[in-house]
T-cell receptor, first 112, second 115 residues
Framework: QKEVEQDPGPLSVPEGAIVSLNCTYS??????FMWYRQYSRKGPELLMY????GNKEDGRFTAQVDKSSKYISLFIRDSQPSDSATYLC????????????FGQGTTLQVKP | DTAVSQTPKYLVTQMGNDKSIKCEQN?????MYWYKQDSKKFLKIMFS???????INETVPNRFSPKSPDKAHLNLHINSLELGDSAVYFC??????????????FGPGTRLTVT
């Protein structure tokens, strides 16, 4: 069983839709939770970062962490064609010297 | 004012050759990383250096050797290239400060194709 599971999609939505992207994990030692966005043939770009349960909001993006269920989500409101990319969750354990464990990534397409 | 840069962007080479990829960061970070992304976009850490000291060394063939001349630079040398080494290699960097260690910033990647 992989430490971090993420549905690879692809996920296709119309412009303006609310998008929900999710990851589950198996090890409760994970305390740091990141979402990266990766456009085609580009490097991953850090989008959201949280290290506690609950919600964190930044513009149209909301990251949610539920440690009891070992489940993290990224919500995108009013999705735009420019949001079309692969979204990767990444998790870290304290004292693990920066080692991030990535999900497989979900490919999102927002159609105009 | 690129934060994390890599050269070259593309690298096409034959099996058995030796090649190097260079990475530089101007963020003032203490820690640098090499990641490998396979054809299914799965991203996996290979190495990390903190102030020129090797910190993370994952299960990677010893044909791969990282070198950090100073904390702003991290290079990756690959000997005797194999077909399976074809992938995109990303450099990343972060502060070395508890939670911030996990806040990593990536370079644009080097697409390596071994023929």
């Amino acid at each position: 069983q992989k430490e971090v599971e993420q549905d690879p999609g692809p996920l296709s939505v119309p412009e303006g839709a609310i998008v929900s992207l999710n990851c589950t994990y198996s090890n409760s030692a994970f305390q740091y939770f990141m979402w990266y966005r990766q456009y085609s043939r580009k490097g991953p770009e850090l989008l959201m970062y949280t290290y506690s349960s609950g919600n964190k909001e930044d513009g149209r993006f909301t990251a949610q962490v539920d440690k009891s269920s070992k489940y993290i989500s990224l919500f995108i409101r009013d999705s735009q064609p420019s949001d079309s990319a692969t979204y990767l969750c990444a998790l870290g354990k304290p004292g693990n010297t920066g080692k991030l464990i990535f999900g497989q990534g979900t490919t999102l397409q927002v159609k105009p | 004012d690129t934060a994390v840069s890599q050269t070259p962007k593309y690298l096409v080479t034959q099996m058995g050759n030796d090649k190097s990829i260079k990475c530089e960061q101007n963020l003032g970070h203490d820690t640098m990383y090499w990641y490998k992304q396979d054809s299914k976009k799965f991203l996996k850490i290979m190495f990390s250096y903190n102030n020129k000291e090797l910190i993370i060394n994952e299960t990677v063939p010893n044909r791969f050797s990282p070198k950090s001349p100073d904390k702003a630079h991290l290079n990756l040398h690959i000997n005797s290239l194999e077909l399976g080494d074809s992938a995109v290699y990303f450099c990343a960097s972060s502060q070395d400060k508890r939670a911030q260690t996990y806040e990593q910033y990536f370079g644009p990647g080097t697409r390596l194709t071994v023929t």
